[in-house]
């Protein structure tokens, strides 16, 4: 609990209400839109800005809860021949007024499974005037091995689902 309550008090006070921008349900919308372009997209190296084929599943259950938007997935790539680097499975979630007060409160719970590398808040990702404040989730996934994904993805979703306090509608 106190470890809970740190956490909840480090955010209120180095995030300003006037400075963050939560998500309304129009911008759900909009990124909703942006998600069906970009998921059955063309793949490049990399992703090259279109989410790996196996985390759409857990992206698009996590955008049909209330509050919540993904912004940013990966499903983790292991290191090959070709590949000289990996990387684990990430999520970046914006999250409407209340659904962000109560991830923010209960985060160090996700932190702490063992399927999770870090829980951070992330600020201004993608232009100086952005306002918004995202939560990126590193977990084990395929750079780990294949099934590391499912397992991490029902560790985040069951901690979405059961979020106490959230749900902004959208």
Request: contains cysteine.
């Amino acid at each position: 609990m106190a470890v809970e309550m740190f956490a909840w008090l480090d955010n209120l006070i180095h995030t300003q209400i006037s400075f963050v921008d939560h998500m309304k349900p129009a911008d759900k919308h909009r990124e909703l839109l942006l998600w069906e372009e970009t998921k059955d997209g063309p793949r490049g190296a990399g992703g090259a800005g279109f989410p790996d084929d196996r985390i759409i599943p857990l992206c698009t259950r996590i955008n049909k809860l209330s509050g919540i938007c993904t912004l940013q997935s990966c499903a983790g790539h292991p290191r090959t021949e070709e590949r000289r680097w990996s990387a684990p499975g990430n999520l970046w979630l914006w999250f409407g007024e209340r659904t962000f007060d109560a991830f923010v409160h209960h985060a160090s719970k996700l932190a702490e499974d063992p399927l999770m590398e870090g829980v951070d808040l992330l600020y201004g990702r993608y232009r100086p005037d952005d306002r918004r404040v995202v939560a990126s989730l590193i977990f084990h996934a395929d750079d780990k091995e294949p099934s590391m994904l499912e397992h991490s993805g029902d560790v985040i979703l069951d901690f979405l689902v059961n979020l106490p306090g959230g749900g902004d509608g959208g």
